[in-house]
């Protein structure tokens, strides 16, 4: 499990997502990917295929509610300010999904169940994640470009720290 500044990479997530709303399920392929992080709810995603919407198919399938907010784990430098501008967008019942400099992050945003169908019919095509979200007509939610940085290397981490330290200064 990737760490940044000593702690899990997902916790930084997870956290924001606590910050709104209290309670935060994860979605994960095995248990042992979430050991270590303060989840309400482990979601077993059972899906062989890999594809960035999976766990979005996965999370709707599970979730009790209209929708699901959806913050990948390696994406540690999302705001709170900014998964509330997503969950005022999405209040109008559309699915709504993080932009910055007209590049879409679709693991961040609010999807609506209702378009549940739509997500397992672009997975069983291939479709890519712009076209998919293009298909759902969901609203672009412009965000700060270094919050959608994600973390996938040694040198993300360097880089994700640098940020850290950065925002604690300022």
């Not at 702690?7 to 979605?27: D, H, M, N, R």
């Not at 994960?28 to 890999?50: F, N, S, T």
């Not at 430098?77 to 997503?86: A, F, G, H, I, M």
Request: contains cysteine; negative net charge; proline residues 4%.
């Amino acid at each position: 499990m990737l760490e940044l500044n000593g702690k899990p990479l997902a916790s930084y997530s997870i956290g924001v997502c606590k910050e709104v709303f209290g309670t935060v399920a994860v979605v994960v392929k095995e248990r042992e990917e979430a050991e270590g992080l303060d989840y309400d709810e482990i979601w077993l995603d059972q899906e062989v295929k890999r594809h960035p919407l999976v766990g979005v198919v996965s999370a709707l399938e599970k979730c009790r509610g209209n929708g699901v907010l959806i913050c990948a784990c390696d994406l540690p430098l999302v705001r709170k300010q900014s998964l509330e501008k997503l969950l005022a967008r999405a209040s109008t019942g559309h699915t709504a999904v993080a932009t910055s400099l007209r590049k879409v992050q679709p693991l961040l945003g609010v999807y609506q169940k209702n378009c549940l169908e739509d997500l397992k019919r672009a997975l069983t095509g291939d479709a890519s994640v712009t076209n998919a979200i293009d298909d759902l007509g969901a609203d672009r939610v412009e965000l700060p470009i270094e919050e959608l940085f994600n973390v996938n290397t040694p040198a993300d981490i360097d880089r994700a720290e640098d940020i850290l330290r950065q925002r604690d200064l300022s």
